[in-house]
T-cell receptor, first 115, second 115 residues
Framework: GNSVTQMEGPVTLSEEAFLTINCTYT??????LFWYVQYPGEGLQLLLK???ADDKGSNKGFEATYRKETTSFHLEKGSVQVSDSAVYFC??????????????WGLGTSLAVNP | GAVVSQHPSWVICKSGTSVKIECRSL??????MFWYRQFPKQSLMLMAT?????????EQGVEKDKFLINHASLTLSTLTVTSAHPEDSSFYIC???????????FGPGTRLTVL
């Protein structure tokens, strides 16, 4: 079946450090891939997405590239800020499932950025 | 982006009572809404897919008679936890699919505590 494996946290970094959160997936065909972020006390927000192989999603300095050959969608940011402290979720969906398609979630990675 | 609201944001109830949680898409219509449960420091667990005008589709292991879902209009879905028990205490999150951009927007969540 479809699944998402995400690196375990928590991840603690100093401000301006480089961030990588690994995400790999198992799916038949070509799923769409997403990163969601949950800031403390807030709802989930879509951070970025990619819908086909070699696509790069980017937003707020974060990037992730859809790698079909390694079935990965690692999240990266060159210089993190304290305001990036949040929980990050990798997810996939299967577009061919029509209106019943649903998001398959990773377990989430908590990031804490210290000043 | 599109906005999804949930009400109430938190609720405390006695064991054996029923609690209703509302999920509204405020500036778009949503044929499909989703209900999730999130345990502390864990990922989201999809409970059910709610389709306007038809019965909800429940995930395996979710009791449909305990978690009643009603999607009566294109902007409102409700989740009723019937005969709540302490083990039902959790964070419940809804999302609504925006059809034009095929993106899910999430509500801020409802914290349920059953005493």
């Amino acid at each position: 079946g479809n699944s998402v494996t995400q690196m375990e946290g928590p991840v603690t970094l100093s401000e301006e450090a480089f961030l990588t959160i690994n995400c790999t997936y198992t799916a038949t065909g070509y799923p769409s891939l997403f990163w969601y972020v949950q800031y403390p006390g807030e709802g989930l927000q879509l951070l970025l997405k990619a819908t086909k192989a070699d696509d790069k999603g980017s937003n707020k300095g974060f990037e992730a590239t859809y790698r079909k050959e390694t079935t990965s969608f690692h999240l990266e940011k060159g210089s993190v800020q304290v305001s990036d402290s949040a929980v990050y979720f990798c997810a996939l969906t299967t577009p061919w499932a029509g209106n019943n398609r649903k998001l398959i979630w990773g377990l989430g990675t908590s990031l804490a950025v210290n000043p | 982006g599109a906005v999804v609201s949930q009400h109430p944001s938190w609720v405390i109830c006695k064991s054996g009572t029923s609690v209703k949680i509302e999920c509204r898409s405020l500036d778009f219509q949503a044929t499909t809404m989703f209900w999730y449960r999130q345990f502390p420091k864990q990922s989201l667990m999809l409970m059910a897919t709610s389709n306007e005008g038809s019965k909800a589709t429940y995930e395996q292991g979710v009791e449909k008679d305990k978690f009643l879902i009603n999607h009566a209009s294109l902007t409102l879905s409700t989740l009723t936890v019937t005969s709540a028990h302490p083990e039902d205490s959790s964070f419940y999150i809804c999302s609504a699919r925006e059809e034009v951009y095929d993106e899910q927007f999430f509500g801020p969540g409802t914290r349920l505590t059953v005493l």
